[in-house]
């Protein structure tokens, strides 16, 4: 499948070519930047490496996203959901979460509201 030409980074005066937004040197410094100045100093409290620990042994275990799977494709998991979100009173226990890939977790992030503004509220 062919793909997209490569483009100039969104850095400023950066003349690299890359398929993302930034090259890898910027992605780096765009992400610190990011975790500096604009993230909300209390989600970085509630996604700390104890969260880390917890998702990436839940993943061991949940290697596919659920959402595919139910539908018979087998789609790697890139993100684990919160079915209910910390912000609401959720927990990291197990029952409160959600293998997804990058396309479902998206979706279900939009139907509840929590990126977008939606009408739409995603119930499990």
């Given at each position: 499948?062919?793909?997209?030409?490569?483009?100039?980074?969104?850095?400023?005066?950066?003349?690299?070519?890359?398929?993302?937004?930034?090259?890898?040197?910027?992605?780096?410094?765009?992400?610190q930047?990011?975790?500096r100045?604009?993230?909300?100093?209390?989600?970085?409290?509630?996604?700390?490496?104890?969260?880390?620990?917890?998702?990436?042994?839940?993943?061991?275990?949940?290697?596919?996203?659920?959402?595919?799977?139910?539908?018979?494709?087998?789609?790697?998991?890139?993100?684990?959901?919160?079915?209910?979100?910390?912000?609401?009173?959720?927990?990291?226990a197990?029952?409160?979460?959600?293998?997804?890939?990058?396309?479902?977790?998206?979706?279900?992030?939009?139907?509840?509201?929590?990126?977008?503004?939606?009408?739409?509220?995603?119930?499990?």
């Amino acid at each position: 499948m062919p793909s997209y030409p490569k483009h100039p980074c969104a850095y400023p005066g950066c003349p690299e070519l890359t398929d993302k937004k930034y090259c890898e040197k910027h992605a780096k410094l765009e992400g610190q930047r990011y975790e500096r100045y604009e993230r909300d100093p209390n989600t970085k409290r509630k996604y700390g490496r104890a969260w880390k620990r917890i998702r990436d042994k839940y993943v061991q275990t949940h290697p596919f996203c659920e959402e595919c799977f139910e539908k018979g494709i087998l789609t790697p998991t890139e993100e684990v959901h919160h079915k209910l979100p910390l912000s609401r009173g959720g927990t990291h226990a197990q029952e409160n979460l959600m293998a997804l890939c990058k396309s479902c977790h998206s979706r279900i992030t939009a139907e509840m509201g929590d990126r977008w503004p939606s009408d739409k509220v995603y119930k499990y």
